[in-house]
Nanobody, 120 residues
């Protein structure tokens, strides 16, 4: 089975940048679409971005976040720019067979999450 591990979270100031990474092990990485979700305390987990050969972003992060993929390293990245306190959440990497989707229920594999805290 596929295992996903996120890294790169931390405490940053508003307006700065941070890049998250997710590495995959198991079956060939290239057969999966990769997505990023986040969950703030007391809130539902929400879609952030996803990628196969094309990208899709939530409206809340469009223009600030960039998802990218390095197939040779079995790694997907989430580059976050102009961070806001509202971006504070645990960020999760997820994978599914086939194309991208924003629907959480369609993703088969999940990482453990990495905390991103944006201070004012």
């Amino acid at each position: 089975q596929v295992q996903l591990v996120e890294s790169g979270g931390g405490l940053v100031q508003a307006g700065t940048s941070l890049t998250l990474s997710c590495t995959a092990s198991g079956r060939p990485y290239s057969t999966y679409a990769m997505g990023w979700f986040r969950q703030a305390p007391g809130k539902e987990r929400e879609f952030v971005a996803a990628m196969t050969d094309i990208t899709h972003y939530a409206d809340s992060v469009k223009g600030r976040f960039t998802i990218s993929r390095l197939h040779a390293k079995n790694t997907v990245f989430l580059q976050m720019r102009r961070l806001k306190p509202e971006d504070t959440a645990v960020y999760y990497c997820a994978a599914k067979r086939g194309g991208t989707t924003e629907f959480e229920s369609q993703y088969e594999y999940w990482g453990q999450g990495t905390q991103v805290t944006v201070s004012s």
